[in-house]
């Protein structure tokens, strides 16, 4: 069986080379033997020389022969039935993670020296046991040690390489990319996900580490919303300083001519006294603020260089209303200090930075068990929307001309800009 572990100068081994090969017998054929010769020829790796792209026989499988992937994840579950004390029969789950979890074992297995993935350090797991009546049960044992070197350090430094060629990632993005092509696959792909392995592996990442960190940035984003919002609530339309003073609207050069008469308290006296005039609860929401938009876009700029600037929109969506937001809220000169005017550019601007600031709470929300799929749906629909910009622009114009050609002399289709917008 030693001769099964061969490899030729890519560094594939026989099973590795049946997957290529698509000799779908041949495979089968290979986990039909004892426990420890697969797994021994499923620990097996090719690794760059920049460290950027991993290649396994699970990845293979997944790509290849998603079905054969299936059952060789059933072999990483095994189920076993035992009486408890009541005399009542338990069900034990156990879970093996290494062939998913393969980020510090790939340098192993690649130079060959790799290990039983069982000998591990001395620990406690607890795993779900469940009798006939449904009653939650823990059972543990003692997993034997085993020497130091068993842990390996990542084959690579780069979170986002770690997360992308995650065997996760990878069933997820060929899900993705076969979804404009068959159908089989993304079933195929999609049941890989919903397997048992898979799914208690993502339930771990995501209480483990993924709640703790998502509830900090849901509360303090929620938090920044609230307060933003309550922010530009207390604010009033530069329009009605304007009519209040009677200054007459022209451009942002009248703005801090306004801002003077409100401080001198010269305007419209059917306004309440000191209207217009910030307050200490002004100025402690701004301050506020600036401590949660800040903290926000260092989290949002840490993300994108995580994804290596990729353009990933819900991250950039996020900066930019944080950053818009922040130039609603700041002071751009001196006699802006002690007014809640803003000049016109500047409300503009925050309008616009608080629609994307709750637009972008759909990315949260997106993360929510049942509502969360809604928003993957309005996601595929405006993905599929987009398809169909270009077809709709050549209708609104076909239109959009002829109406300017026959109807000009009228207000509505006086130019063409009036005709596109009254055509669209």
């Given at each position: 069986m030693n001769s099964l572990l061969a490899r030729d100068r890519q560094g594939y081994n026989c099973l590795e080379v049946a997957i290529?090969?698509?000799?779908?017998?041949?495979v089968k054929r290979l986990f039909?033997?004892?426990?420890?010769?697969?797994?021994?020829?499923?620990?097996?790796?090719?690794?760059?020389q920049n460290d950027k792209y991993v290649d396994t026989p699970m990845r293979k499988l997944v790509r290849c022969m998603p079905e054969i992937a299936y059952q060789a994840l059933d072999k990483c579950k095994m189920e076993t039935n035992f009486p408890n004390e009541y005399d009542q029969s338990l069900c034990e789950k156990q879970f093996d993670f290494e062939f998913l979890e393969d980020h510090c074992h790939i340098?192993?297995?690649?130079?060959?020296?790799?290990?039983?993935?069982?000998k591990k350090q001395k620990k406690i797991s607890k795993r779900n046991c469940f009798n006939c009546s449904g009653e939650l049960h823990f059972v543990c044992d003692e997993?034997?040690?085993?020497?130091?070197?068993d842990f390996g350090e990542p084959y690579s430094d780069d979170a986002y390489v770690l997360v992308k060629n995650h065997v996760?990632?990878?069933?997820?993005?060929?899900?993705?990319?076969?979804d404009k092509t068959d159908d089989t696959i993304v079933k195929l792909q999609t049941k890989l996900l919903r397997h048992p392995t898979c799914q208690k592996l993502m339930n771990q990442k995501w209480h483990h580490f993924g709640v703790p960190i998502?509830?900090?940035?849901?509360?303090?984003y929620v938090l920044y919303l609230a307060l933003f919002t309550w922010t530009v609530l207390r604010h009033t339309d530069p329009y009605q300083f304007y009519n209040a003073t009677g200054v007459p609207f022209s451009n942002d050069r009248e703005c801090e001519k306004v801002a003077h008469l409100i401080r001198n308290g010269t305007y419209n006296m059917?306004?309440?006294?000191?209207?217009?005039?910030?307050?200490?609860?002004?100025?402690?929401?701004?301050?506020?603020?600036y401590v949660l938009l800040w903290l926000h876009v260092i989290k949002g700029l840490l993300f994108i260089r995580i994804y290596q600037f990729r353009l990933v929109f819900r991250f950039y969506a996020e900066t930019i209303s944080l950053v818009l937001g922040f130039i609603f809220l700041y002071d751009t000169r001196p006699w802006q200090e002690d007014v809640t005017l803003r000049c016109f550019v500047q409300w503009q601007v925050g309008a616009f930075g608080l629609f994307l600031s709750w637009s972008t709470l759909l990315v949260y929300i997106r993360s929510f068990p049942l509502i969360g799929l809604t928003v993957v749906?309005?996601?595929?629909?405006i993905r599929r929307f987009i398809w169909v910009t270009p077809v709709l622009l050549v209708l609104i114009c076909s239109f959009c001309f002829s109406f300017f050609m026959l109807l000009q002399e009228q207000v509505p289709f006086s130019n063409v800009g009036f005709a596109w917008m009254r055509t669209g």
């Open positions: 290529q090969a698509n000799n779908i017998p041949f039909e033997c004892k426990t420890n010769q697969w797994k021994k020829l499923m620990r097996n790796a090719q690794l760059s340098k192993k297995w690649q130079s060959g020296k790799s290990r039983n993935f069982q997993l034997p040690r085993g020497s130091d070197d996760l990632s990878i069933i997820a993005e060929q899900a993705r990319d076969s998502f509830a900090t940035c849901f509360i303090a059917t306004q309440k006294p000191s209207w217009g005039l910030k307050t200490s609860t002004d100025r402690a929401l701004k301050y506020t603020i749906m309005l996601e595929v629909v």
